[in-house]
């Protein structure tokens, strides 16, 4: 993912069928730590995550000031919660991703 823009991160759930699914929470940390703070947090159903049935793949939408939040050239963490309609919540691996840099201007330095 490249900081200072919109991503769209598609992220596949196993082999759940999404029928099965009631909510699925992802949260974005720097740190893989439960006690670190969460910089950015999506659910499903919800505005920034979509669902794409041919590819099996729920999107994921960040906004510019979003995908800023994690340090450059840095790998940052994804984990997810998945609920199914029966109400268990089932075990995911935690994903490691990666922040490039841009030289692009952003956050509060911009100048309108």
Partial sequence: ?????TPVLKIKIGDI????????????????????PALVEKDYPGAD?????TSNRY???LTEAE?????????????TRVTLSNGKIVPTKIAKLFADKT??????????
Avoid: W
């Fill in 17 to 36: 069928p999404n029928s099965n699914i009631s909510t699925i929470e992802f949260l974005f940390k720097q740190v893989e730590s439960e006690s670190a």
């Fill in 67 to 79: 995908s800023r939040l994690f340090l450059e050239c840095r790998n940052f963490f994804m984990d």
């Fill in 49 to 53: 995550v979509d669902y794409n049935a």
């Fill in 1 to 5: 993912m490249k900081r200072g823009t």
């Fill in 59 to 61: 999107h994921v939408s």
């Fill in 103 to 112: 030289l692009f201007p952003g956050g509060d330095d911009d100048v309108d």
